[in-house]
């Protein structure tokens, strides 16, 4: 089947290993050690495709950054030292990162040269996504009691802000639009914002409410994450605590359907045909097949490892 031709990167964090996974059968191909004193906060393929990077928290609020070789298939540490990755991201052309702390702080990575500069910090806010282009830097803000997005040039200038509907959870960005799922708070429900990518003097979103028939009475169905197709007309939201996948088209700002998927997921990636999706999950540390098409689950990944909530698709 055409759909299983494809390999993927898992983290075992049981084994502390990166997994380099065949797609059609399962079969593990190589086994990239790194320390059991560091914890991979994300996995961030380069756009050539023939590296990741993975960042990891240290001890007493340190990080380190490793580069998984794809041709050779070793792992190797960046010799610098950074703050705990909280939240990371690559530009297009690879050679910068920007990272945020736990604090808040915002800083950026350059991996060639090996330096890191602090951009800024905001007051009384945690990063919940960071993506970067070649231009601006994009991030998603919770607060006290709601959130905020909030777009930065590469030198930490901000170039536009907006508060949340409610409070986000997450980013994505496509060619056109920036996704923001968010969860309710006292006077707000659940949804998906979704911004011009322009940036232009309006930056009012269009606001898709989320009232999933699979929630169970009295729990928020708490949308985690977006994931757009390949198309950029159809986004697929997860709603983490009702165990579902809202399905938008972003072309008339609609929601088309539901996916129950009887078992919580928190993150979904699709497949190269998009005919299928392997999710993560952050409460069973497994793998689920996803057939996008009937809207059902296929399989879910029987093993002894402790898989963490991110992937990369090759």
């Known amino acids: 089947m055409d759909w299983a031709k494809y390999k993927m990167l898992a983290v075992d964090a049981a084994a502390h290993t990166l997994l380099l996974i065949d797609g059609e059968n399962g079969e593990i191909l190589s086994e990239m050690s790194y320390p059991d004193t560091c914890v991979p906060t994300a996995l961030v393929l380069a756009p050539e495709a023939n590296k990741a990077f993975l960042p990891a928290a240290g001890t007493n609020g340190s990080g380190s950054l490793f580069i998984a070789n794809l041709t050779n298939f070793t792992l190797y540490r960046l010799p610098m030292e950074i703050p705990h990755p909280s939240q990371f991201a690559i530009t297009p052309c690879g050679t910068k990162a920007y ?6 702080t915002l800083y950026q990575v350059n991996t060639t040269e090996m330096t890191l500069t602090m951009l800024g910090q905001p007051e009384n806010a ?4 960071i993506l970067a282009d070649d231009k601006f830097i994009y991030t998603a803000w919770e607060h006290k009691n709601g959130g905020s997005i909030a777009t930065f040039d590469c030198n930490g200038q901000l170039i536009s802000e907006y508060s949340m509907p409610g409070i986000p959870t997450n980013i994505t960005i496509n060619k056109e639009r920036i996704l923001i799922p968010f969860t309710a708070t006292s006077f707000t429900g659940e949804g998906l914002a979704v911004f011009d990518k322009s940036l232009g003097d309006d930056l009012t979103p269009t606001v898709i409410t989320i009232q999933c028939p699979m929630r169970t009475t009295g729990l928020k169905a708490y949308p985690c994450s977006v994931t757009v197709a390949p198309d950029d007309c159809t986004a697929y939201v997860i709603n983490e605590d009702s165990g579902s996948i809202t399905i938008i088209d972003l072309s008339t700002s609609s929601i088309t359907g539901h996916i129950a998927l009887g078992r919580s997921i928190s993150n979904l990636y699709i497949l190269p045909d998009s005919r299928f999706a392997i ?6 540390a497994d793998l689920t097949l996803i057939d996008l098409v009937n809207e059902r689950v296929l399989s879910v990944a029987a093993s002894n490892q402790e898989i963490l909530n991110y992937l990369a698709i090759l």
């Open 279 to 284: 999710a993560t999950s952050n409460m069973f």
């Open 99 to 104: 990272l945020v702390d736990p604090g808040g």
């Open 126 to 129: 945690a990063c919940v996504g």
